[in-house]
Each structure stands twice: as structure tokens, then as C-alpha cells.
């Protein structure tokens, strides 16, 4: 039987992202690099259902976990994904618009 992750309550989320934590340190130690970034990436999205999207606001420009040479700038919210553009170091604006879960999402820049 298949679940969706909004159906989770937030103790079976924990336990999901445990579960994909260990899944993806094994692979890292059988060198299967793949299944590590396919398990980081559901890891990403668990953990986007334990915030609440309300705490994100379109036009806000948020640093990104795990990559410090962007931040993202919000268009719009949709579920727990953050629709908006990356922004690099040279305050370059990248011309293609992507979703990203929340999750990924750092502290909001001033």
C-alpha cells in the first residue's frame, strides 16, 4: 500500500526520515552514490511535511541548506514545495524558475 507523506502524522515523519537517513548512509558505504541523492532527496521532502508553509512568503529570499553558494528567492508556495529562482553569489538571478521542498530552505536573508 502506498502512502503520501501528507497523510504521515509528524511521529511517523520522524520515523520515515530515520528510515531514509539509514537507507542512505548504507549506500554511501556500498559507494552508491545515486541511491544516496534519490534517499537525501526523499529525506528533503519528509522533513518539508513537519513545517508549515505559512512560514514562507512570496518575494522572501532565503538561504539554502546544504548550498551556500545560492539563495532562492520565492514566487509563489504550492503544498510544501517553494516555486522561485536561485540567486548565486554574484547576486546573478538564474532565468529558470524551479521547485524546491521547503526543507531545503535556510534562514531568511534581510
Given at each position: ?31 552508491n552514490i545515486s541511491e ?75
Amino acid at each position: 500500500m502506498d502512502y503520501r507523506y501528507s497523510d504521515f502524522t509528524v511521529e511517523q515523519l520522524r520515523q520515515e526520515i530515520g528510515r531514509l537517513k539509514e537507507k542512505a548512509q548504507k549506500a554511501e558505504q556500498l559507494g552508491n552514490i545515486s541511491e544516496v541523492a534519490i534517499n537525501e532527496r526523499k529525506m528533503q521532502v519528509a522533513m518539508a511535511y513537519t513545517l508549515n508553509p505559512e512560514d514562507f512568503h512570496a518575494n522572501d529570499i532565503h538561504e539554502m541548506n546544504g548550498d551556500p553558494g545560492h539563495r532562492f528567492k520565492i514566487n509563489y508556495i504550492n503544498g510544501v514545495f517553494a516555486w522561485g529562482h536561485r540567486i548565486n553569489l554574484l547576486d546573478e538571478t538564474y532565468e529558470k524558475e524551479e521547485a524546491i521542498p521547503i526543507s531545503i530552505l535556510g534562514d531568511k536573508v534581510e
